[in-house]
């Protein structure tokens, strides 16, 4: 008797994925943002061979895999594989696109005894270690569900993998890629991007928006030299002092409400009805954070926290320059506080727009006419999704209550992946999936990051039953 093609994928997460899986997680494959010497560190090659030497092996009919590389910019991992099935005798050619990276985050501190960032561990069905689920479960996922639906005699259309490696930096290397290789990608009618979340690990989850981002460096000078606290304190004003004073312009200190109108959009209806039903369905998600005994984070009904997380601005100071280690601070007047800021935006917002008020109401009229500076990075636009078409809404939830054994689920996502709007703009007439198995505690670009490995196989399949679904579109048969 042939196995299912659940059971296949299965076969191929346990004895195939999972083994890769954990050789990718030791490497340090560094986004170029953290590591500025990435082309000479070796990390992003050995990352980029090993995925690419697993996807070589697939016994998928047609497959090809090629490693491109532009001047400067990380190297895209692409992977084509031909119409299969009848799929391959209709009229039409259009591609399935499936997205994903392999670049990571930094380590960051934190992590539970007998884990780490670069050793990877299974406990309780979750893989531990940096990237296995943000995002380098991506490449190993679509290729098993073109292999799956091959294997059981399905049919796909033509399916084009595009793999980068500056994800993690914002994307800057990869408009370039989509630009040479229009014309290979061609006609894109379906995306599905394996790099976002999910509201738990019960249901198969669509996002439904992301978060657009603007981020940079405020660098705040008041003195040539540090000077003892006791002989200038009171007359030379703190850096630091003045450089809350100017992020006071940007946010509430009270309620954290971001205060520039550039960063704040209205809400759609639909949205603020699905957070509610998200909230029915499972709650706000709030218990499963890691606060200390004694924090309660619910100051406001959880519907409007699920809108704070998704469709409103936040501030946050990630990093600090200036600053030393405390048990080495002397009692000196520091000469300048550098902080650099993360300022999340709603997915309708102008990313450019934002950024520049940013700088503007932080750099304007400085305190004591104190060197106040801010170098932006480069803005990060949202997304919003746009309506699926009823045979992908009809896929997803046969595949959710298939694979999962619970309707489907929409969510909207607090992060960003600078490419959904990049493909939108530039395929409008394609259906754009969003999908991921970032979900409760997994905590991508922190310690103690986990891939939920059931979700992942089960992901999988719903991913392969949507290709069949989609060259039914094409061929007349049946969805």
């Not at 995925?51 to 692409?78: C, M, Y």
């Not at 379906?190 to 405020?218: F, N, P, Q």
């Not at 309620?255 to 029915?280: D, F, M, S």
């Not at 405390?326 to 935006?345: E, I, Q």
Request: aromatic content about 6%; glycine content about 12%; some cysteine.
């Amino acid at each position: 008797m042939s196995p299912s093609l659940p059971d296949l994928v299965e076969r191929r997460w346990n004895d195939d994925i999972l083994p890769a899986l954990e050789d990718y997680i030791r490497i340090p494959a560094l986004s170029p943002a953290f590591d500025a010497a990435w082309d000479g560190t070796g990390a992003i090659d050995r990352a980029v061979d090993l995925l690419v030497d697993w996807a070589r092996r697939r016994p998928i009919a047609g497959l090809t895999v090629e490693v491109v590389r532009l001047d400067g910019l990380t190297p895209v991992i692409v992977a084509e594989v031909p119409a299969f099935g009848a799929a391959a005798t209709a009229p039409g050619g259009g591609c399935v696109l499936f997205y994903g990276h392999y670049d990571k985050q930094p380590p960051m501190e934190g992590w539970h005894d007998g884990l780490g960032p670069w050793e990877p561990v299974i406990r309780d069905g979750r893989l531990y270690g940096r990237g296995g689920a943000d995002d380098g479960y991506s490449l190993f996922a679509s290729l098993a569900a073109i292999e799956a639906v091959q294997a059981t005699g399905g049919s796909h259309a033509r399916c084009l993998l595009l793999i980068e490696g500056s994800e993690e930096s914002g994307s800057p290397h990869l408009p370039a890629y989509v630009e040479h290789l229009r014309d290979r990608i061609g006609d894109v009618e379906l995306v599905i991007c394996l790099d976002s979340g999910c509201a738990d690990y019960e249901r198969l989850w669509v996002t439904t928006s992301l978060r657009g981002m603007a981020s940079g460096v405020l660098s705040v000078e008041i003195t040539s030299e540090g000077r003892h606290s006791g002989a200038v304190g009171g007359v030379i004003p703190d850096t630091f002092r003045i450089a809350r004073r100017l992020l006071d312009r940007i946010e509430d200190p009270v309620t954290g409400e971001v205060l520039l109108p550039e960063a704040n959009v209205a809400i759609p209806a639909e949205r603020v009805a699905q957070a509610a039903e998200l909230v029915a369905a499972i709650g706000d998600g709030i218990d499963g954070y890691p606060t200390l005994d004694g924090v309660d984070l619910r100051v406001k009904p959880s519907a409007e926290l699920v809108l704070d997380r998704t469709w409103r601005p936040a501030l946050h100071v990630i990093g600090a320059d200036g600053l030393p280690p405390t048990a080495l601070a002397g009692n000196v007047l520091r000469p300048r506080t550098a902080l650099k800021l993360s300022l999340r935006l709603p997915p309708t917002a102008d990313p450019e727009v934002a950024v520049a008020a940013l700088g503007a109401a932080l750099t304007a009229d400085p305190p004591y006419g104190a060197r106040v500076t801010f170098t932006p990075d480069t803005p990060a636009p949202g997304w919003n999704a746009p309506p699926l078409r009823a045979w992908v809404v009809e896929a997803l939830e046969r595949g959710s209550a298939a694979h999962f054994g619970l309707p489907l689920g929409h969510v909207g996502e607090g992060g960003t992946i600078p490419l959904m709007g990049t493909l939108q703009a530039g395929f409008p007439d394609a259906q754009l999936l969003v999908v991921g198995v970032l979900g409760p505690n997994s905590n991508a670009h922190g310690p103690n990051e986990f891939l939920h490995l059931a979700t992942g196989i089960r992901l999988t399949a719903c991913a392969a039953d949507l290709l069949v679904a989609h060259a039914a579109t094409t061929t007349g048969g049946p969805r």
